[in-house]
């Protein structure tokens, strides 16, 4: 099982990023996928959830999240970035099929993680 995150980089304020997730050895579509990022010298927090049935659930802010199963690859949609966004972020496999509390110990299978930097 892997999940590879891409898509971060450099954005100004007010722009929009794609991020991707990747997976392998599983199947996207029957788990929960969820999203989180750590900002420097912060905790790591959730962002948003997907359920297997493609039901969002946002933990935090107002990301969006989606799925392309024929790719095998969940999405997270940023827009309005702000300079409060920039963070490391992470996509993880949920143990369960509904997106459970943004709880670390709820996600077994994590993503390298993607810079997100936004700045003027």
């Known amino acids: 099982v892997q999940l590879q995150a891409s898509g971060g980089g450099v954005v100004q304020p007010g722009g929009s990023l794609r991020l991707s997730c990747t997976a392998s050895?599983?199947?996207?579509?029957?788990?929960?996928i969820g999203w989180f990022r750590q900002a420097p010298g912060k905790e790591r927090e959730g962002v948003s959830c997907?359920?297997?049935?493609g039901g969002n659930r946002y933990y935090s802010g107002r990301f969006t999240v989606s799925r392309d199963d024929a790719k095998n690859t969940v999405y997270l949609q940023m827009n309005s970035l702000q300079p409060g966004d920039t963070a490391v972020y992470y996509c993880?496999?949920?143990?369960?099929?509904?997106?459970?509390?943004?709880?670390?110990?709820?996600?077994?299978?994590w993503g390298q993680g993607t810079q997100v930097t936004v700045s003027s």
């Open positions: 993880a496999r949920s143990q369960y099929s509904d997106c459970p509390p943004s709880l670390e110990s709820l996600y077994d299978y």
């Open positions: 997907i359920s297997s049935t």
């Open positions: 050895g599983f199947t996207v579509g029957v788990y929960a």
